[in-house]
């Protein structure tokens, strides 16, 4: 998100969001896991910081989920088509090959 945030995050053309996937989190702690990942995401960013509680099932389907620790991203066209999905590992292996993507997806 770090990334994203510095390559794009001042184009108007572009709406980050964060969606971590709670649903399989035990009830009684989801409140905190939330606030704790919350203290993560910038002030000015935390209303795009949205917390999947349902339908984790579904989610997983559509971004192909296969490692735990990737970040899965999707990105959407102005009539919300997916127009491009990826998923990295922590080490961000493949961002360059998304911001190419959005940057051509921006012209």
Do not use: C, W
């Not at 990334?3 to 649903?23: C, I, T, W």
């Not at 919300?80 to 997806?105: C, F, M, N, W």
Request: hydrophobic share 40%; net charge positive; no cysteine.
């Amino acid at each position: 998100m770090r990334h994203l945030r510095d390559d794009f995050g001042k184009n108007a053309s572009v709406m980050l969001y964060q969606l971590p996937v709670l649903e399989e989190a035990p009830r009684m702690i989801r409140g905190m896991i939330t606030s704790s990942m919350k203290k993560g995401v910038p002030e000015a960013e935390r209303a795009n910081f949205i917390p999947v509680m349902h339908n984790e099932a579904e989610l997983k389907h559509l971004v192909n989920y296969k490692e735990a620790d990737d970040a899965y991203l999707v990105v959407l066209n102005r009539t919300a088509k997916i127009v491009y999905q990826t998923h990295s590992g922590p080490d961000a292996s493949g961002y360059p090959e998304l911001r190419a993507k959005l940057q051509s997806l921006l012209k």
